[in-house]
């Protein structure tokens, strides 16, 4: 069956349906370069309300595997649901290994997903590169002027995604430890979670819009400010929460969405990128040893480094030596990477910085 993707400036792309048929999604047209880790990028929140362009030109070889959980924590997916609003690759592999359950287009049929395949992805993410990301619509229809000039109302930037896939009621993970922190969900990957739960940590994981009040009443030794999708700056709630937590000094650790928010408190500006920061293979360097890491990133805003530099007590920590975009920032009771140290998909360079959060959580302590 033929399906077609329509941009936001009216380009259309054709190709054949694979996944679910008979829907019109409209979502931000992204692109990520990761070679592997499909099962891990579909279903991390971040990529709500996007349509995800996977680089590689082969996806689906290794298949879907089952589920699988571990005190409450998924070790293999993000979530329990695929996030994206749809896929598209230059050509699709039913192929399976030994955990497969199911093959790639079975689970985006489960899952009422739209893809496309036969799309030439490396003239698209081109596109992208040089036009930065727009609006998309993937459909087996072939749409009228009035039917895309409605579609193409919605605008990723202000909505608010967050509220779609934070958790709605407060979720304990019992650690071996009696040390408890509060992890804030923004749209959580599992990876978070299963680094920080084998920290020794019990967690306790709140709904995105907790006040400052509330992550304090489970007097937590430390606070996790989590990924997440969409445009922080429309999250004032979780940034006036950010502030007051700031304020009480106590240890924060916030990863992507919740580096950017933590920039946000502090009065630095969090912008949108022409086509963001979406692979497992992205070097930062660490700016107080001159190291440098492999990371795993997906984000499609960043802070302003010149703002940061004017800040008493917060230093650059991580930085891209591609783009100069800010990947980290540290000072005496917070610490935040742009870049996911969790690493699912993607190396283990930067597991370390969960260490790191642990021992300023300890020092709180004594």
């Known amino acids: 069956m033929k399906a077609y993707l329509y941009l936001e400036d009216r380009e259309v792309y054709t190709g054949t349906n694979f996944g679910y048929a008979y829907s019109t999604k409209v979502g931000e047209v992204v692109f990520t370069t990761s070679m592997n880790g499909y099962p891990e990028s579909l279903t991390d929140p971040s990529y709500k309300g996007q349509i995800l362009v996977i680089t590689h030109p082969l996806v689906g070889n290794y298949g879907v595997p089952k589920i699988q959980k571990e005190n409450g924590i998924i070790k293999n997916f993000e979530s329990e649901h695929i996030m994206v609003e749809g896929l598209i690759v230059s050509e699709l592999t039913n192929g399976r290994k030994w955990n497969s359950s199911k093959t790639l287009e079975e689970w985006l049929k489960e899952e009422k997903i739209p893809g496309i395949q036969g799309i030439d992805t490396r003239a698209l993410t081109k596109k992208i590169r040089e036009k930065g990301v727009m609006a998309g619509i993937i459909t087996n229809k072939k749409l009228k002027k009035k039917q895309l000039e409605k579609l193409f109302e919605r605008e990723y930037s202000k909505i608010n995604f967050v509220k779609l896939v934070s958790t709605k009621k407060t979720i304990f993970y019992r650690g071996k430890t009696n040390k408890t922190i509060v992890l804030v969900d923004f749209g959580v990957k599992h990876g978070i979670l299963e680094e920080l739960y084998n920290l020794g940590f019990s967690i306790v994981r709140v709904p995105w819009n907790f006040t400052a009040e509330k992550i304090l009443s489970f007097n937590p030794k430390g606070v996790v400010l989590s990924?997440?999708?969409?445009?922080?700056?429309?999250?004032?709630?979780?940034?006036?929460?950010?502030?007051?937590?700031?304020?009480?000094?106590?240890?924060?650790?916030g990863i992507c969405l919740g580096h950017q928010l933590l920039s946000l408190a502090i009065g630095v500006k969090v912008e949108k990128m022409k086509y963001g920061h979406r692979a497992i293979n992205k070097v930062v360097i660490d700016t107080l040893t001159g190291r440098g890491y492999i990371t795993t990133h997906n984000h499609g805003y960043a802070c302003k480094k010149e703002e940061i530099e004017k800040i008493e007590g917060v230093k650059v920590w991580f930085i891209s030596p591609d783009d100069k975009v800010v990947e980290g920032l540290i000072s005496k009771n917070f610490i935040s990477t742009q870049f996911h140290p969790e690493a699912r998909p993607g190396p283990n360079d930067s597991r370390f910085i969960f260490k790191i959060f642990k021992k300023m959580v300890e020092k709180n302590e004594s």
Not at 227 to 253: D, M, R
């Open 227 to 253: 990924n997440g999708p969409g445009n922080p700056n429309l999250l004032e709630n979780a940034i006036s929460t950010t502030k007051a937590l700031l304020e009480y000094k106590i240890p924060l650790f």
